[in-house]
């Protein structure tokens, strides 16, 4: 599997988180939107990277957040990679409310942060 290399997918990650922050304050928020999941997915690959894990699909980053709930016996894993998902979702169809954008973005953020956190290699 052909891919950038784990720095670089951290790298990416923390851009992306930047930048949707900077869409969302600008009012653009599906891009924002794309962004915040733009930087758990790169987040979920350096992990998957690291732990020689599968992360070529929508699915595979899925498998990710549950082999990390498993091992970690926490559930917030699967629980904010659902939560990461939905932005994802929303810039296809828009459907997060305005409340349920502010409520969520900063789980996302704390999510990338965590998985991130988990790396041996920066």
Partial sequence: MTTFPQNQHVSI????????????????????????????????????????????SHGALRNVAIRLETNHRRPQWRSDFNIAEHFHTHF??????????????????????????LLVVQ
């Fill in 13 to 56: 990650a923390g851009d992306f988180l930047d930048k949707s922050a900077r869409e969302f304050a600008a009012g653009e928020e599906l891009n924002g939107a794309e962004l915040l999941w733009g930087a758990a997915a790169y987040a979920l690959i350096a992990v998957a990277q690291e732990n020689g894990w599968r992360y070529d």
């Fill in 92 to 117: 296809y169809h828009g459907r997060l409310t305005d409340r349920r954008i502010a409520r969520d973005r900063p789980k996302v953020g704390r999510f990338v942060n965590r998985l991130l956190s």
